[in-house]
């Protein structure tokens, strides 16, 4: 029992940690509607600036403080609301998660461009030093990192609750989470309120992260990886709180520290159970809250009743098309395609040829996002798992059982199909929000202890992929394997279509649009729900594997659950809802890393950074950026058709020219028709 105590005592600081960002999740959840999965981000950012002025420019603890948790951090909350969230207030949950995963990809992308790529070591600390023992507690030195973290958690907390409780403030926020719009009707200063959740949260993350510095061996700009793990179990307490209890989310973060750090302890150290079952505990606990809490089930359920006066989503650009230019585009088309495929085979240098490769094969991937979330309306984040399943799959057999690589190709897309059913079986009872925080989970789960084994990810030294043949045709080139690629994705893509034209494909729209009307009249959500995992989680691994043959040696670095993450981003900024959008994802994902391959390695990252500004768009346009243009441009040109066949028409019938400007949307010009025409 005293071994077992001397085990748990660490574990309380380290939970405290994770109680501060259980907590503040829970306040942003409760004051503006919004699970912010980019809280580990901005406890990175903070962390950083702190040690970045405490050690480098030699400032005191406070006033590093001051700038870093008092200053930058709420600034950080602040413009997410004033510039992100004020403007989405009424916005769906997938929609608000989706503008967090942009904030999770951007702000550290964006760290390594300002402060440099640069690793830290001998970080700094706040209030009392870790390297001082102030006293024992049962035969555990207590240090003053383990002061500091306790006693600034507790004093933090209790705060807050005595904010919600006895506070005006508090009220209001509650208020606001209920109905913003009816809280509006009543006086209620609706921005304020959600203004001041946001700079409180973010001081919270700010806080977190710079607790959390001294734990820490070193500092890479470029991995905030501990963060993530810290994220990952403030949802767990936060979970277990039920996203609306402050005190609950205290002891459950702690309770979290205590439990990771008695399993750590007992397991024999260095063991490969020690190294999986460790990190993956956060995780598994998230899935078994998750699953098991009734309470989240109605987690993003709204209760706001003017929720029906929001207006339908925006329809396909295809449905704006007139009929005389269905030709024209289907042609232009297909002829933009011969010439691609032309160029690519001949006078294209070999530097670009490799891109296109992998252009073609992340489009392949990237219309499994089209499936689950274009198609299915859940949010998936974990594809990038589904495809390093195939990837895997087809590298051991290549290897070990000397199967051809286009057969392993297909029995890793089946294997992958095989395990997106059995997270979609997982998943049955919940959907949403919830269903995205699984999906994450294991995302986590595979980076951690499925892809770290010797049969599976090939542990440190990955899996080795050769090109593939048939017969005496050999895609061993860059240029041949084009071809291979491009057969793939066609076969895709006619796959998606046929899906998306199909039952499936309709019964899928039903449910998007009524549940309940949907289950009246004997649609199984289920059911759909369990097709649509399958059959994304299927063409992720052939993309996969097609990725780990294209790319020769992969890893689980190739894999991980950041990867997933970006690849929604991508996906949901040219066009979730289209195989066009999956393609152009693809394309513009692997050609743009190539042109950032000539500017210096800081500015490398910008890529994701461009992608994750468009995700911020997806609330107000969730059609895609891409795809929201195209639509606005095929308006014009619809516009500038019907005004011609207007001028047309009042030449033979004697009508004028105002009625050609009058559908142009602008003031008719009698004395100058033909250039208000010209202007449209």
Same mark, same amino acid.
């Given at each position: 029992?005293?071994?077992?105590?001397?085990?748990? !005592?660490?574990?309380?600081?380290?939970g405290?940690e994770?109680?501060?960002?259980?907590?503040?999740?829970?306040?942003?959840?409760?004051?503006?509607?919004?699970?912010?999965?980019? #809280?580990?981000a901005?406890?990175?950012a903070?962390?950083?600036?702190?040690d970045?002025?405490?050690?480098?420019?030699?400032?005191?603890?406070?006033?590093?403080?001051?700038?870093?948790?008092?200053?930058?951090?709420?600034a950080?909350?602040?413009?997410?609301?004033?510039?992100?969230?004020?403007? !989405?207030?009424?916005?769906?949950?997938?929609?608000?998660?989706?503008?967090?995963?942009?904030?999770l990809?951007?702000?550290?992308?964006?760290?390594?461009?300002?402060?440099?790529?640069?690793?830290?070591?001998?970080?700094?600390?706040?209030?009392?030093?870790?390297?001082?023992?102030?006293?024992?507690?049962?035969?555990?030195?207590?240090?003053?990192?383990?002061?500091?973290?306790?006693?600034?958690?507790?004093?933090?907390?209790?705060?807050?609750?005595?904010?919600?409780?006895?506070?005006?403030?508090?009220?209001?926020?509650?208020?606001?989470?209920?109905?913003?719009?009816?809280?509006?009707?009543?006086?209620?200063?609706a921005?304020s309120?959600?203004?001041?959740?946001?700079?409180?949260?973010?001081v &919270?993350?700010?806080?977190?992260?710079?607790?959390?510095?001294?734990?820490?061996?070193? &500092?890479?700009?470029?991995?905030?990886?501990?963060f993530?793990?810290?994220l990952?179990?403030?949802?767990?307490?936060?979970?277990?709180?039920?996203?609306?209890?402050?005190?609950?989310?205290?002891v459950?973060?702690?309770?979290?520290?205590v439990?990771?750090?008695?399993?750590?302890?007992?397991?024999?150290?260095?063991?490969?159970?020690?190294?999986?079952?460790?990190?993956?505990?956060?995780?598994?606990?998230?899935v078994?809250?998750?699953?098991?809490?009734?309470?989240?089930?109605?987690?993003?359920?709204?209760?706001?009743?003017?929720?029906?006066?929001?207006?339908?989503?925006?329809?396909?650009?295809?449905?704006?098309?007139?009929?005389?230019?269905?030709?024209p585009?289907?042609?232009?088309?297909?002829?933009?395609?011969?010439?691609?495929?032309?160029?690519? &085979?001949?006078?294209?240098?070999?530097?670009?040829?490799?891109?296109?490769?992998?252009?073609?094969?992340?489009?392949? !991937? #990237?219309?499994?996002?089209?499936?689950?979330?274009?198609?299915?309306?859940? &949010?998936?984040?974990?594809? @990038?798992?589904?495809?390093?399943?195939?990837?895997?799959?087809?590298?051991?057999?290549?290897?070990?059982?000397?199967?051809?690589?286009?057969?392993?190709?297909?029995?890793?897309?089946?294997?992958?199909?095989?395990?997106?059913?059995?997270?979609?079986?997982?998943?049955?009872?919940?959907?949403?929000?919830?269903?995205?925080?699984?999906?994450?989970?294991?995302?986590?789960f595979?980076?951690?202890?499925?892809?770290?084994?010797?049969?599976?990810?090939?542990?440190?030294?990955?899996?080795?992929?050769?090109?593939?043949a048939?017969?005496?045709?050999?895609?061993?080139?860059?240029?041949?394997?084009?071809?291979?690629?491009?057969?793939?994705?066609?076969?895709?893509?006619?796959?998606?279509?046929?899906?998306?034209?199909?039952?499936?494909?309709?019964?899928?729209?039903?449910?998007?649009?009524?549940?309940?009307?949907?289950?009246?009249?004997?649609?199984?959500?289920?059911?759909?729900?369990?097709?649509?995992?399958?059959?994304?989680?299927?063409?992720?691994?052939?993309?996969?594997?097609?990725?780990?043959?294209?790319?020769?040696?992969?890893?689980?670095?190739?894999?991980?659950?950041v990867?997933?993450?970006?690849f929604?981003?991508?996906?949901?900024?040219?066009?979730?809802?289209?195989?066009?959008?999956?393609?152009?994802?693809?394309?513009?994902?692997?050609?743009?890393?190539?042109?950032?391959?000539?500017?210096?390695?800081?500015?490398?990252?910008?890529?994701?950074?461009?992608?994750?500004?468009?995700?911020?768009?997806? @609330?107000?346009?969730?059609?895609?950026?891409?795809?929201?243009?195209?639509s606005?441009?095929?308006?014009?040109?619809?516009?500038?058709?019907?005004?011609?066949?207007?001028?047309?028409?009042?030449? !033979?019938?004697?009508?004028?020219?105002?009625?050609?400007?009058?559908?142009?949307?602008?003031?008719?010009?009698?004395?100058?028709?033909?250039?208000?025409?010209?202007?449209?």
């Amino acid at each position: 029992m005293t071994q077992l105590v001397n085990y748990a !005592i660490p574990g309380v600081p380290y939970g405290c940690e994770f109680a501060l960002m259980a907590v503040g999740l829970v306040l942003t959840f409760r004051a503006t509607g919004v699970f912010n999965l980019a #809280f580990g981000a901005q406890a990175f950012a903070s962390a950083l600036v702190y040690d970045l002025l405490q050690r480098s420019d030699g400032l005191p603890q406070w006033a590093a403080l001051v700038v870093a948790v008092g200053l930058l951090a709420p600034a950080i909350g602040l413009s997410l609301d004033r510039f992100l969230y004020r403007h !989405i207030p009424t916005a769906s949950t997938t929609a608000k998660v989706v503008v967090s995963l942009g904030i999770l990809i951007a702000i550290p992308e964006l760290i390594p461009i300002v402060f440099g790529t640069s690793t830290r070591t001998n970080l700094g600390y706040l209030w009392l030093s870790p390297n001082i023992v102030y006293f024992h507690l049962a035969q555990t030195p207590i240090t003053g990192s383990d002061i500091s973290t306790l006693v600034i958690t507790v004093a933090v907390v209790l705060a807050l609750m005595a904010l919600f409780r006895w506070s005006t403030l508090g009220l209001r926020m509650r208020a606001v989470v209920e109905s913003r719009r009816l809280a509006q009707l009543e006086g209620v200063d609706a921005s304020s309120v959600a203004a001041t959740a946001w700079a409180l949260s973010s001081v &919270l993350a700010g806080l977190a992260g710079v607790l959390l510095l001294p734990q820490m061996g070193s &500092l890479d700009p470029t991995q905030p990886l501990e963060f993530t793990a810290l994220l990952v179990a403030g949802l767990t307490a936060a979970a277990v709180a039920s996203m609306s209890s402050i005190p609950v989310a205290l002891v459950a973060g702690i309770a979290v520290g205590v439990l990771e750090t008695v399993v750590q302890q007992e397991l024999p150290s260095g063991s490969v159970l020690a190294q999986g079952v460790v990190p993956s505990l956060p995780f598994v606990l998230l899935v078994a809250v998750l699953l098991v809490n009734p309470r989240l089930r109605n987690l993003e359920r709204s209760t706001d009743p003017l929720v029906a006066v929001d207006p339908p989503p925006a329809a396909p650009s295809v449905t704006l098309r007139d009929e005389r230019l269905v030709l024209p585009m289907r042609w232009g088309w297909r002829l933009l395609l011969v010439a691609f495929v032309v160029s690519s &085979l001949t006078w294209v240098p070999d530097i670009w040829v490799f891109p296109f490769d992998q252009g073609l094969v992340f489009s392949v !991937i #990237f219309l499994s996002i089209t499936l689950v979330t274009g198609m299915g309306g859940e &949010l998936s984040l974990c594809q @990038a798992t589904f495809a390093g399943i195939g990837g895997f799959t087809v590298g051991q057999l290549a290897q070990h059982a000397g199967l051809s690589v286009l057969l392993g190709a297909v029995v890793g897309g089946l294997v992958a199909a095989a395990a997106g059913a059995v997270v979609a079986l997982l998943v049955s009872r919940v959907s949403g929000l919830l269903l995205t925080l699984v999906t994450l989970t294991f995302a986590l789960f595979a980076d951690n202890v499925l892809f770290q084994f010797s049969w599976s990810g090939g542990g440190l030294d990955g899996v080795q992929v050769p090109r593939p043949a048939l017969g005496p045709v050999s895609f061993a080139s860059d240029r041949s394997f084009l071809l291979l690629a491009l057969v793939v994705l066609v076969a895709c893509m006619g796959l998606v279509l046929l899906v998306q034209r199909g039952t499936t494909g309709q019964y899928l729209g039903a449910l998007r649009g009524s549940p309940v009307g949907a289950a009246s009249i004997g649609i199984s959500r289920n059911r759909s729900r369990v097709t649509v995992f399958t059959l994304s989680a299927g063409v992720a691994g052939l993309g996969g594997a097609l990725y780990g043959s294209v790319q020769g040696p992969i890893s689980p670095n190739d894999f991980q659950y950041v990867v997933s993450l970006a690849f929604v981003v991508v996906v949901v900024t040219t066009g979730v809802r289209t195989v066009e959008g999956a393609v152009q994802a693809g394309m513009a994902y692997a050609v743009l890393a190539q042109v950032l391959s000539y500017v210096p390695s800081r500015f490398q990252s910008l890529e994701f950074v461009l992608f994750a500004f468009g995700a911020l768009t997806y @609330a107000a346009h969730p059609e895609g950026v891409v795809e929201y243009q195209r639509s606005q441009w095929m308006r014009r040109v619809n516009r500038l058709l019907r005004a011609v066949d207007q001028r047309r028409a009042g030449r !033979i019938d004697g009508g004028g020219p105002a009625e050609a400007a009058t559908l142009l949307g602008r003031p008719a010009s009698l004395g100058k028709p033909v250039e208000a025409v010209g202007r449209g």
